[in-house]
């Protein structure tokens, strides 16, 4: 599989990482909006620059295509990528508003090539176990549920994007949106309503470092969700799920992997 990536920062060079790993995947090629990020990324990774992502997508030598850039050109070239008829694997968040958002699911529905946004929560270990126990019915119907991502904010690979909203900025659209998607996997129903308090209290930016949202699921339960970019503190990565009850009895099931907790509680 060759792979080209769109963008050429901190988290193609991550991915680039990973597929140095893999049995018969190669980095064939980058664009990035600066040609000087985009070759020193070649020069570490391998494959070759282009000029524009329009040259990445129309070349042979790429298979699939990794979305990497920063989040403000997301959807734009999504929308490229599957129109190119190449697999997408797309970091989050989709979009930066729900314009954006249902335009490229709706692009993903039409294209027929697989497009997978890049939602890690769902390959770790608690987590995956977590939805199989849930699939299999054992502790009934997920009734309720709380999921928190926190962790320092100002961490060395922040951007000056990140730092601001219109630009797709922020502690929810960068990490928290974890937390938002382990929780609707977890209940596994649509989402009936939404409220939700988002700020910024703890630095000097325009785009929100604390948030906490409440979630309405159709056809009953409910869930709560925080995002909390610290400036000094402890990390918090947990997702907990209150279910009708059934096999574990009043007993709780967790597990742990390293600062990752997931635990299922039964009536």
Request: neutral net charge.
């Amino acid at each position: 599989m060759r792979v080209g990536i769109l963008g050429a920062g901190w988290w193609a060079d991550q991915h680039a990482q990973a597929l140095a790993t893999l049995e018969g995947f190669a980095v064939t090629g980058v664009n990035s909006r600066s040609l000087d990020t985009a070759a020193a990324f070649v020069a570490q990774h391998g494959g070759r620059v282009h000029a524009d992502a329009r040259a990445l997508l129309a070349a042979p030598d790429v298979d699939a295509v990794l979305i990497t850039a920063p989040h403000e050109y997301h959807a734009p070239l999504a929308l490229e990528a599957l129109a190119s008829g190449k697999p997408v694997l797309l970091e989050k968040p989709v979009a930066t508003n729900s314009t954006e958002t249902h335009a490229v699911l709706d692009a993903a529905r039409n294209a027929g090539v697989p497009c997978l946004v890049g939602f890690t929560s769902h390959y770790f270990p608690g987590f995956s176990r977590a939805k199989q126990i849930i699939d299999s019915g054992e502790l009934g119907r997920p009734l309720s549920g709380q999921s928190v991502f926190q962790k320092r904010w100002m961490e060395a690979n922040r951007r000056d994007w990140h730092l601001d909203r219109k630009r797709g900025g922020g502690m929810l659209l960068t990490a928290g949106i974890h937390a938002l998607d382990r929780l609707m996997w977890l209940m596994d129903r649509p989402v009936q309503a939404v409220s939700a308090a988002i700020g910024t209290h703890l630095h000097e930016q325009q785009a929100d470092d604390l948030s906490s949202i409440f979630l309405r699921f159709q056809g009953g339960g409910a869930g709560m969700v925080g995002s909390f970019g610290y400036a000094q503190g402890g990390p918090i990565n947990a997702t907990t799920l209150l279910c009708e009850g059934a096999a574990c009895g009043s007993r709780p099931t967790a597990w742990s992997v390293a600062r990752t907790t997931v635990g299922l509680l039964c009536r």
